[in-house]
């Protein structure tokens, strides 16, 4: 059985820490490098940024999409795929990260950590809740930079 890599590496990953050539935690770690640069640029850079993010999730849920097992039941579909999750976690990382190092509040550093946490926590769940034939995820939809 294909496993998705849980919640605790995803975030090693975005950290910058990949302890295994898992596509996903790879992607993941991109991800976040992409996160982690785009404030820093204008419209040019920042746009082949998000060109560069568009193609990881496609490439994360076509992965997805080849190796998880097939669903013989009808469970319900849940709203995004796991390359848009893996994203927000990816962005929500830099975020709490950035927290860390910079000058906020006690207050904001707390939401920003909270926010990492429950996002984590639903990808958790949504990969338990796949692996045992209860979600299904969308289909992944063509991607135009490929086209």
């Known amino acids: 059985m294909t496993h998705l890599p849980s919640k605790d590496l995803i975030l090693e990953a975005c950290s910058g820490h990949v302890h295994e050539p898992h596509p996903i935690l790879l992607a993941?770690?991109?991800?976040?490098s992409l996160h982690e640069a785009r404030p820093t640029l204008d419209y040019p850079a920042a746009d082949e940024i998000d060109c560069c993010r568009s193609q990881?999730?496609?490439?994360?849920?076509?992965?997805?999409?080849q190796t998880l097992p097939a669903t013989l039941a009808a469970p319900s579909m849940h709203t995004e795929t796991i390359g848009t999750v893996?994203?927000?976690?990816?962005?929500?990382?830099v975020v709490a990260f950035t927290a860390l190092r910079t000058n906020t509040t006690n207050q904001e550093l707390h939401r920003a950590w909270q926010c990492l946490a429950e996002l984590a926590l639903g990808y958790n769940d949504l990969t338990h809740d796949l692996m045992t034939g209860r979600r299904r995820l969308p289909t992944p939809k063509p991607n135009e930079e490929t086209q």
């Open 28 to 32: 993941a770690y991109e991800l976040a």
């Open 86 to 93: 893996v994203d927000r976690l990816a962005e929500l990382s």
């Open 56 to 65: 990881l999730i496609h490439d994360i849920d076509v992965w997805v999409a």
